[in-house]
């Protein structure tokens, strides 16, 4: 590797972990002013562990991506099932395309023209409608990552399993399933972190009474930098980082297991 | 027969989900793009009259009309906005491919050790939250925030640089959050290049810059068309980014959708936007499909 490619490497990293590491360090910070260093100090925890309406924003994300992620890992599994031994279906691109436009498209479309739809039929905007709209865009990403597992799997015991006899749903259920488990797991973990992490799609089709977390805390940042939701961000951060290394233990895992 | 029926439903299910919450919800915004904004419940007119039958649709076709796409034409704040996030689109994907080759191509050629953790590092500011990446900025690059107390310290500048509120600020915000979208269909390609084709090279006197240029990045173009694609498009209807790392007169189309559905609450001339913003995007997705196709056909060619 050239010094040019190491440097190129070092700095694209020190990119991309400088601004998180600042946020955290100011959520410890004693001082009101952002930028200015007053001390250590976990009072800004103190304050976000009072915040009521935030607290409640936090309930209703964690809901919303816990049934989203549940529909887009079911539906997510069976996409990526189609993909991978459904052979060259006629509109397999077209299915294709369907399947991965949701995780390009721009959020202020998807979530305008799904509030559009919402309205047309007449749903009651709420909880309900922000799960649909998420586990619509998170889909994709699980056909991704369990596509992947599926298509490195060895097909050699599905089709021992099936020479002995074994029905083809009991084949999925007790051979297939079991091997992709893990990666439908850690496409479950990225649709929810998707969903927890979204502002754009849930604004447009949520309703009265249902304010998600980045919902409540974008109505604060529009008013500026304040050491709570520095403090609110390190603690999303921590958890995502919990949720990240799940995810990569569960994948690794094929390695020993599969 | 029931081996049929499970793969109707396994092929289905996700097909029925997502032709009801993806593609319907478009034809819903082309109708809604054609009517004009009411203050009724819904906020547009005309409502299709299900009971007045033939005659009904007949009526709710009369009632559409071109005003919000006349609109969009004359009016030059939309064409303003339309280019200049084409623009900002544009220039951040190019700053991107020259941050994301190297970065890629460093991964690349690290360790085997080494690569799967540069790949987690590249990933996982991808799981954290987009909203607080770009908040994280704001406190750097505010007139008293730390990039400019750093250099008004090292004495480069005098007074502040304003990068917050600025289209430097976009930029950077741009370029920031969609670097693992570069990177990571760079480094997939670059990982699976030929160490043989590079050995070739050295063994017939190529230097390492003769080489990257004549055989890497020539063979990674594929990575890189897809990087580009893959930041390109969401970055065209971008809305955290500009709003907040921009100036009140930063254009950018997303931005003007927001504004036109939950300030100006006029729902119509929101769906014209959208439908204007899809048909930006669509060009560059055939031009990637027509080029990623003939490339599989040459594949295929050279094969056989």
């Known amino acids: ?258 | 027969m029931s081996g049929r029926l499970a793969r109707l439903f396994v092929r289905g299910l996700p097909l029925v989900w997502l032709v009801l919450f993806f593609l319907v919800p478009f034809a819903v915004t082309l109708k809604i793009s054609f009517s004009s904004p009411a203050t009724a419940q819904p906020p547009y007119l005309p409502v299709i009259d299900w009971q007045g039958g033939l005659e009904g649709w007949r009526e709710f076709l009369e009632a559409l009309d071109f005003q919000n796409y006349r609109m969009i034409a004359e009016d030059a704040l939309y064409r303003d906005a339309a280019l200049s996030s084409l623009g900002y689109a544009g220039l951040a994907t190019a700053i991107l491919a020259l941050i994301g080759t190297p970065t890629a191509y460093a991964m690349a050629r690290a360790s085997a050790r080494w690569q799967p953790i540069l790949v987690a590092l590249v990933i996982v500011p991808f799981w954290t939250s987009f909203l607080i990446r770009v908040y994280a900025w704001i406190a750097i690059l505010k007139p008293e925030g730390l990039l400019n107390g750093a250099l008004m310290k090292l004495g480069l500048i005098a007074s502040p640089l304003p990068i917050l509120d600025s289209p430097y600020g976009v930029l950077i915000g741009l370029t920031y959050a969609y670097l693992p979208f570069m990177v990571l269909p760079l480094y997939a390609v670059m990982s699976r290049l030929d160490p043989t084709l590079l050995e070739a090279a050295a063994d017939l006197g190529a230097g390492r810059r003769r080489a990257f240029f004549t055989l890497t990045l020539p063979l990674a173009l594929p990575g890189l068309a897809a990087g580009a694609l893959l930041c390109f498009i969401p970055m065209v209807g971008e809305f955290i980014i500009p709003d907040l790392l921009g100036g009140s007169d930063t254009l950018m189309l997303g931005r003007v959708l927001w504004s036109e559905f939950f300030s100006n609450r006029d729902w119509p001339l929101a769906s014209a936007v959208a439908v204007l913003l899809l048909i930006l995007i669509v060009g560059p997705v055939v031009l990637f499909r027509e080029a990623e196709l003939r490339r599989e056909e040459a594949a295929e060619g050279r094969g056989r």
Do not use: C
Request: charge should be positive.
């Open chain 1, 1 to 258: 590797m050239s010094a040019f490619a190491r440097t190129a490497l070092t700095l694209a990293l020190a990119f991309l972990y400088a601004p998180i590491l600042v946020l955290v360090i100011y959520s410890f910070n004693d001082s009101k002013l952002v930028t200015v260093w007053g001390g250590f100090s976990t009072r800004w925890y103190a304050v976000l562990f009072a915040d009521g309406p935030l607290i409640a924003a936090a309930l209703v994300s964690l809901k919303v991506a816990l049934l989203s992620a549940a529909i887009a890992g079911v539906l997510g599994t069976l996409a990526a099932l189609a993909l991978d031994r459904h052979g060259r279906f006629r509109g397999r691109g077209a299915y294709t395309g369907l399947l991965y436009a949701p995780m390009v498209m721009p959020e202020v479309i998807t979530g305008l023209s799904l509030l559009l739809l919402f309205v047309g039929i007449g749903l009651d905007r709420g909880v309900s409608t922000i799960v649909i709209a998420h586990a619509t865009f998170a889909t994709g990403f699980v056909a991704v990552v369990v596509g992947a597992r599926l298509k490195g799997l060895d097909r050699s015991l599905e089709e021992a399993a099936a020479d002995l006899g074994a029905s083809s749903m009991r084949v999925f259920f007790g051979i297939t399933l079991p091997l992709i488990a893990p990666s439908v797991a850690a496409g479950f973990l990225l649709a929810f972190t998707l969903s927890l992490d979204d502002l754009v799609i849930a604004s447009f089709v949520s309703g009265p009474g249902a304010t998600t977390l980045p919902m409540r805390l974008y109505s604060q940042v529009r008013l500026g930098v304040n050491p709570e939701i520095n403090a609110a961000s390190t603690l999303m951060i921590a958890t995502v980082g919990l949720v990240v290394l799940m995810a990569s233990w569960l994948t690794a895992r094929r390695g020993q297991g599969g």
